[in-house]
């Protein structure tokens, strides 16, 4: 066996391996042809030992790219044997029995060889444009009824063997994808940010040789494992639970979708038991994914530091065949990650009578307001297509208000579309994109808010208008905080004088229509009746915050721009105790 | 006599550094920085080098006044004026969490509160044209709110203004009319370039440190004339070079960066007089390292950056070096995790309580600490002998907080600390060069600051970089660049087209009025150059290449040139491209370059054999025993000298470490090459 490498080349090594992972996302980013990757970078890169093990991945990116990639290693390595690979092998896949979400994260990985040997695969997940199927865009959406509407499904091929290219395979694919020189773009990028691990690789393997080399990862998992540890054994052991909703599927209106985490805290153990979750559905929200724990798992434990497999194994994640994220392939997952926000707070949730100083209330709980317009330019005749991600409010902290506007806890490094560019780039008008006042749920710590994009398109087209599934189960406060302003999508025509609110996919439009994408505001964190009333005044000052909330909410009286502090302690007073405080204010 | 000086003020210390024309001698002064009023201190520096003002010919300032003001949050009241709509821009953002996992992150706070941004009736399209025109009432209303509010200075940002400046410039008439006593800033005068929330972002900055920064430099110049100055005042900017007063009370923030810019400038001046056209200049000090590009003889630049980290910190997208930076320096403390791995930094014992070895009360071990115990810095003869360090205290300390853990002696820890600082570094200049696509085989690294010459070789020996040059004045490099920095003022228009459909007669006219501008802003009758860039991409890309082009191209409509030359780039930094993809212009960049004379340092002298000053006992990196290692001390080597390593070479405020296996010559004109050995 190798020996036991030395402080020195741990280190060198502990911090090498993310720099390759960083450095291929670098690389995907720049040179990539969609704006899911350059500016959601909804993608992810990584480093996966043969066995499934991850061995480091980028930082950054979208947060529920944490999990799932080592399964398909290992399906990989059950479908062609350790001796199926050879160097040059380019494997890509997207196949919902295994991969587990939408068919557009298309991933491709390499077997990477160290004298002859395979020692690990370097990998990469992105978010393609268009898959073909019934739409582009994000897979369609949950009326996609199975994977064949959805589009080209990609089982574990060799689209490169040996170095050579299946010319065959990329025909197929460049004949059943809309967008097929963006998507092929980006398959190079990805292909080239696989071979540039390789480089750096042999760097590391030949400087400290196979064996040092293989247990300095050995000796980092335990290490990454340790700390995690230490972190969770300062909660005190017990079973905390947790539960909330989403509105509906997107189809089953009134049938709500049960979200349930049972969470043990034995030690530096921690059990993360989803199974109250609902079953999996006809409608296309279900995947095969441990991402809503893992998400909150790392939250939780080391939230800056990079991530390895040791960062998740005292983790067990508990997600029974069936359940709605452990769904059985043919089961629609479409909009495969509609759930994970929901999940990941109601695991916090769960968790914050163990740790009031350590959990925030829910934020927005949306993957974001999806602006989404379809068009046909006239003065090009080329299709385009306006997307931008809009983020919400995030939850009051134990010790300051929550954040305005920001992705999901799904979104980390996820930008919106400036309103220069989606206009330099499509005849659409950006009217305003403005925070609501009032959506931030009141607390002694107050929730974040919500925004209000309202888009004019200028030709006729094509709006994407889910009703957002979170509208019966709001943003909830914890300790007694309110909860946070709901989201939705409003519309209105030429000649009508109200925005209406809106529930269709690809509604068609007439020019000169206006949309409103409206995100959701975070929860309170704590009894308003405690905010600091001088803090009240200044969101008011701000617009953050109404005269009428201030009063009602926060039993404020302002007089003028001044608090009138006697009538406030008064009415305080008079208000007295709202009931007994509890952690979560989840309603069944 | 004539003078030129520069005068560099940091945190601690106000740097000076004159080199006088007719000796070609070079004098360096020191004094501690006030920061009361920071004009003191420089003043002050100039009475202690004993400079006549009357002798000087020019005076170039580098000042972390703008970035201070930014970091300690001591800036104006700003109001913000915006297009209707878009009064939360500043505050949303990109809606973006670098740091994903994280439930208690913290966007940036803008600088500017939502009371004071006040939304007026106009505007532009991307096209460029006029979908509402201004409605001048209501920048008059936005006047009287934002008089009430007590502001001293104001900033301009309407969407679409980098197409369409004229709403702006109407705008600021109003404003400049209505508050008089304000600082205003316009975006487009600022960055003309897409992208509303990071040119709101970087025009509310300018605001924000404006009144601050005219003030000072106005300060300055009144109070230099009372002592009868009569040179040129130039100052600092973070793209490498500098610009009049009158263009600092414009767009002071284009000073937030210069303070690091100073070394590579000199860097990329001293690689080429050697012939070297690649350097990979490396600066390490007290805190940080600082590694950064030098291609054919120019410094690498970045379009923008944020202040105080990518996380949390204010988009300011105006031309600076690239710098990337870790947080190894001397004084970067080692320690053990709670998991028992042994990690180097970022906390730092700065110059308080400082090392163990400077017995300031320093208890921690740090990479100085390190290099005490291996020998290779000297307990006696640090900065000349003026600090006797304590090698016992840091052997103890390394022991205390490193060695017991890790059941190592101080030699073997001091060595791990060392080669986990190397590695770290090595990881910095691997970022400015590898994953830039360039080789570092064919480059030679120019080190400096205290750190620098103690640690290059090692870190050139891990990236195969061939070559080492230890510059003269290492430790004041920073300032030494000044002396050697052009004019220099960058400019960008966005022009989107697809490039086979661009109008390259309006390119050219975009160019010339661009020169234009720059002429405004170049001191008089200063020798100009400009060069001129198409920022390019793939049609569905986001990000762009800058593909130089010259005024000749753009007459000519040489759209063919333009295609191959950016489809070569692209390859070269991301090892693909695509010929038959089509390709779209975003923006067009000019830089005009003012020659300011060049520096030249009297040679040392040649001939004659080198003698060390000591054998001295220093561990090497194969785990040994403490060798007999002869140390130099540099003003005794002359020109054409050659040493085997290894070797230390002391100079005041530095020392240069060759390990066995390295060579060393002094060049003719007294730098140090080191030929690195392989390992």
Redesign the interface.
């Known amino acids: 066996m190798a020996q036991k490498p030395d402080p020195v080349t741990l280190e060198v090594v502990r911090n090498a391996l993310p720099a390759i992972a960083n450095e291929m996302a670098a690389d995907l980013h720049r040179t990539s042809y969609n704006m899911m990757i350059y500016e959601v970078r909804d993608f992810c890169t990584a480093l996966i030992a043969p066995d499934g093990a991850l061995i480091s991945q980028n930082v950054g990116g979208v947060s529920h790219f944490v999990a799932d990639l080592g399964v398909i290693i290992e399906d990989g390595m059950k479908r062609y044997g350790r001796d199926g690979f050879q160097p040059g092998d380019v494997i890509i896949t997207n196949h919902q029995a295994v991969a587990g979400q939408h068919l557009n994260n298309v991933v491709i990985y390499t077997p990477y060889f160290f004298e002859g040997e395979l020692l690990m695969f370097s990998i990469v997940r992105a978010h393609w444009i268009d898959i073909g199927g019934v739409s582009t865009g994000f897979g369609g959406g949950p009326s996609v009824r199975d994977a064949w509407m959805e589009g080209l499904q990609l089982d574990q091929l060799k689209i490169h063997e040996a170095g050579k290219v299946n010319e065959v395979l990329l025909k197929v694919i460049r004949d059943n994808i809309r967008f097929p020189d963006a998507s092929l773009g980006d398959m190079r990028s990805q292909i080239a940010a696989c071979r540039l691990a390789f480089r750096r690789l042999d760097e590391l393997f030949q400087k400290f040789g196979r064996g040092t080399m293989l247990s300095a990862i050995t000796q980092i998992f335990d290490e990454t494992e340790a700390r995690c540890r230490k972190v969770v054994s300062a909660i005190p052991d017990g079973v905390y639970e947790a539960e909330s909703f989403l509105d509906n599927d997107g189809i089953l209106q009134g049938d709500r979708v049960r979200i349930h985490a049972k969470v043990t805290v034995d030690g530096g153990k921690m059990i993360i038991d989803l199974s109250g979750c609902s079953g999996e559905r006809k409608a296309a929200i279900n995947s095969r994914t441990f991402a809503g724990a893992r998400v909150a798992y790392k939250a939780l434990t080391a939230p800056l530091d990079p991530v390895n497999e040791g960062a998740f194994r005292a983790a067990e994640v508990i997600i029974p065949e069936g359940n709605i994220m452990m769904a059985r392939f043919p089961a629609p997952m479409a909009s495969w990650s509609t759930v994970i926000p929901t999940v990941v707070d109601t695991i916090l949730t769960a968790l914050a009578p163990a740790m009031k100083d350590g959990i925030p209330a829910a934020h927005h709980g949306l993957l974001g307001g999806a602006v989404v317009f379809f068009g046909v330019n006239p003065k090009t005749r080329k299709r385009f297509v306006v997307q931008s991600l809009e983020g919400g409010g995030w939850g009051g902290r134990p010790y300051e208000d929550g954040e305005s506007g920001s992705v999901s806890i799904c979104q980390g490094d996820v930008r919106n579309g400036s309103i220069e560019s989606i206009e330099l780039r499509s005849p659409v008008l950006v009217e305003e994109r403005s925070l609501r006042r009032d959506s931030g749920g009141a607390g002694r710590f107050r929730g974040g808010l919500g925004i209000d994009i309202r888009v004019r398109n200028f030709v006729e087209g094509r709006w994407n208008l889910h009703r957002p599934s979170r509208i019966d189960c709001p943003p909830w406060g914890v300790w007694n905080g309110r909860p946070g302003g709901t989201a939705d999508y409003l519309l209105r025509v030429p000649g009508e004088k109200e925005f209406r609110s809106m529930n269709a996919s690809q509604y068609p439009v007439p020019a000169d229509s206006e949309v409103i994408v409206r995100t959701g505001g975070g929860g309170g964190w704590g009894d308003p009746l405690e905010r600091d009333p001088e803090r009240v005044r200044e969101d008011v000052t701000e617009e953050m915050v109404s005269a009428e909330k201030a009063l009602n909410d926060y039993a404020v009286v302002l007089d003028g721009d001044r608090v009138d502090e006697a009538a406030t302690r008064q009415l305080r007073k008079s208000r007295g105790n709202a009931g007994a405080v509890k952690a979560g204010a989840v309603k069944k | 006599m004539s003078l030129r000086v520069a005068i560099d003020i940091g945190g601690t210390f106000t740097d000076l550094i004159a080199f006088d024309e007719s000796s070609q001698e070079i004098l360096q002064a020191k004094s501690l920085t006030t920061p009361s009023d920071p004009v003191d201190g420089l003043i002050d520096c100039i009475h202690k080098a004993r400079l006549e003002p009357a002798a000087i010919s020019s005076l170039i300032h580098g000042s972390t006044i703008a970035i201070n003001t930014l970091i300690e949050r001591r800036g104006a009241n700003v109001g913000l004026i915006v297009t209707?709509?878009?009064?939360?821009?500043y505050?949303?953002?990109?809606?973006?969490?670098?740091?994903?996992?994280?439930?208690?992150?913290?966007?940036p706070r803008p600088l500017v509160?939502?009371?004071r941004t006040i939304e007026v009736q106009e505007?532009m399209?991307?096209s460029g044209e006029v979908?509402e025109p201004l409605c001048v009432n209501s920048v008059r209303a936005a006047c009287e709110v934002l008089a009430k509010e007590g502001v001293d200075a104001v900033a301009v940002c309407f969407?679409?203004s980098?197409a369409n400046p004229e709403h702006e410039r109407l705008a600021g008439e109003i404003i400049r009319e209505a508050l008089p006593d304000c600082y205003v800033s316009l975006s487009h005068e600022i960055l003309r370039e897409?992208?509303?929330?990071?040119r709101i972002s970087t025009s509310a900055v300018n605001s924000y440190i404006g009144p601050r920064v005219a003030g000072y430099v106005r300060n300055l110049q009144t109070r230099l004339d009372g002592l009868k100055f009569a040179g040129d005042l130039a100052i600092m900017q973070s793209n490498g070079g500098v610009m009049t007063p009158a263009a600092a009370f414009r767009r002071p923030v284009m000073m937030m960066e210069s303070g690091p810019v100073g070394g590579i400038i000199a860097a990329a001046q001293v690689g080429m007089a050697l012939g070297f056209r690649d350097v990979v200049s490396f600066d390490m000090g007290g805190t940080t390292a600082k590694a950064s590009l030098v291609r054919e003889g120019e410094a690498a630049m970045a379009e923008g950056y944020y202040v105080g980290g990518a996380a949390s910190g204010h988009p300011v997208m105006v031309s600076v070096v690239d710098v990337v930076e870790v947080g190894a320096g001397g004084g970067s403390i080692a320690w053990i995790d709670?998991?028992?791995?042994?990690?180097?930094g970022p906390r730092s014992a700065g110059a308080d309580p400082g090392p163990i070895a400077y017995r300031r009360g320093g208890q921690e071990p740090t990479i100085t600490d390190a290099n005490v115990i291996l020998g290779r810095i000297g307990a006696s003869d640090f900065l000349g002998g003026e600090m006797h360090l304590n090698r016992d205290g840091a052997i103890a300390g390394m022991l205390d907080r490193v060695g017991k853990a890790?059941d190592m002696d101080a030699a073997t820890a001091a060595r791990?600390v060392v080669?986990?600082a190397i590695?770290?570094m090595a990881?910095a200049v691997?970022e400015v060069s590898v994953?830039r696509g360039y080789d570092p085989r064919d480059f030679a690294m120019v080190a400096s600051g205290g750190a620098g010459p103690l640690h290059a070789v090692a870190i050139a020996r891990e990236l195969f970089i061939p070559t080492v040059v230890i510059p003269r004045f290492p430790s004041h490099f920073s300032a030494l660049g000044m002396l050697m920095a052009d004019e220099r003022h960058d400019f960008v228009r966005t022009f989107?087209c697809e490039l086979p459909e661009a109008d390259f007669a309006k390119l050219l006219a975009t160019y010339e009025d661009m020169v234009a501008e720059s002429n405004r802003m170049l001191t008089p009758g200063i020798a100009a150059a400009y060069q001129a860039f198409l920022d390019l991409r793939?049609i569905?890309?986001?990000?762009t290449l800058p593909v130089p082009v010259t005024p000749e191209q753009l007459a000519a409509g040489d759209r063919s040139a333009v295609r191959k030359a950016f489809d070569a780039l692209?390859e070269h930094?991301?090892?693909?491209h695509?010929e038959d993809?089509p390709v779209e212009i975003i923006n067009i960049r000019l830089v005009a370059t003012g020659r300011r004379p060049k520096l030249a340092l009297r040679s040392p002298a040649t001939g004659g054999a080198a003698t060390p000053k000591e054998i001295r006992q220093v561990y090497f990196d194969d785990g040994g025993p403490a060798v007999d290692c002869p140390v130099y001390r540099r003003d005794d080597l002359p020109g054409g000298t050659e040493l085997p390593g290894p070797a230390l070479i002391s100079e005041y405020g530095s020392t240069t470490v060759l390990f066995p296996g390295d060579r060393l010559t002094v060049a003719a004109t007294g730098e140090l090459l080191i030929s690195v050995g392989r390992a």
């Open positions: 209707r709509g878009t009064r939360d821009a505050t949303i953002g990109r809606g973006n969490r670098p740091e994903a996992y994280n439930i208690f992150f913290h966007r509160p939502r009371h505007r399209l991307a979908r969407l679409h980098y897409y992208r509303e929330y990071e709670d998991v028992g791995a042994l990690k180097v890790l791990s080669q986990i590695a770290k990881l691997r994953e989107y793939y569905g890309q986001e990000f692209h930094r991301f090892a693909h695509a993809e």
